[in-house]
């Protein structure tokens, strides 16, 4: 069974610091998709960034990027000089290519602390 | 601005009296999904639609059903909900499958 991994339920961070959310996945797949969804209080849950298993680059989006390790199946999202705006749940998600069920991890809700 | 649009943002019903969500989107987008999520938990699929294609997921319960009458609007029944089924209900779109799913601001229900 395909399952992702969300080990830290809550975290926190000063303003204006670094902060890494972990996530694990468990696939036989070879092609599929990672992804960072952030879920804002009582707001729409938004995509944060996206990485292709193919890919060896690293994903990254202005102050978000991801450490991808394919063959540890790890993909933590970093986020650099934290904004209060980033106070969110985030998700970590994986599909397999050709396929369109997400699997959604159970989340991180991180607070930035000004 | 293109986007998923979700009503009502919050619903209050009765154990056992029918209840309809509704979603729509200006994405134009083929497959529409819903998901079911709990307190502190990840969202659940429930089912979706590609087109007029319905795909109920397997350990949906028959009290939820699914209608798209077009391409932009889909609603979520539920016949007769029960206190399990409070939680918050997300639509989310894609082009297509394979593509990233945009998900509405979400419905969050409560049942008395």
């Known amino acids: 069974a395909q399952t992702v991994t969300q080990s830290q339920p809550e975290m926190s961070v000063q303003e204006a610091e670094t902060v890494t959310l972990s996530c694990t996945y468990d696939t036989s797949e070879n092609n599929y998709y990672l992804f960072w969804y952030k879920q804002p209080p009582s707001r729409q849950m938004i995509l944060v960034i996206r990485?292709?298993?193919?890919?060896?680059q690293n994903a990254t989006e202005n102050r978000f990027s991801v450490n991808f390790q394919k063959a540890a199946k790890s993909f933590s999202l970093k986020i650099s000089d934290s904004q209060l705006g980033d106070t969110a749940m985030y998700f970590c998600a994986f599909r397999t290519s050709g396929t369109y069920k997400y699997i959604f991890g159970t989340g991180t809700r991180l607070k930035v602390l000004a | 601005d293109a986007m998923v649009i979700q009503n009502p943002r919050y619903q209050v019903t009765q154990f056992g009296k029918p209840v309809t969500l509704s979603c729509s989107q200006t994405?134009?987008?083929?497959?529409m999904y819903w998901y079911q999520q709990k307190s502190s938990q990840a969202p659940k699929l429930l089912f979706h639609y590609y087109d007029k294609d319905f795909n109920n997921e397997a350990d949906t319960p028959d009290n939820f059903q699914s209608r798209r009458p077009n391409t932009s609007f889909c609603f979520l029944d539920i016949r007769s909900p029960g206190l399990g089924d409070a939680a918050m209900y997300l639509c989310a779109t894609s082009r297509v499958f394979a593509e990233t799913q945009y998900f509405g601001p979400g419905t969050r229900l409560l049942v008395l």
């Open positions: 994405l134009n987008h083929n497959v």
């Open positions: 990485q292709e298993a193919y890919k060896q």
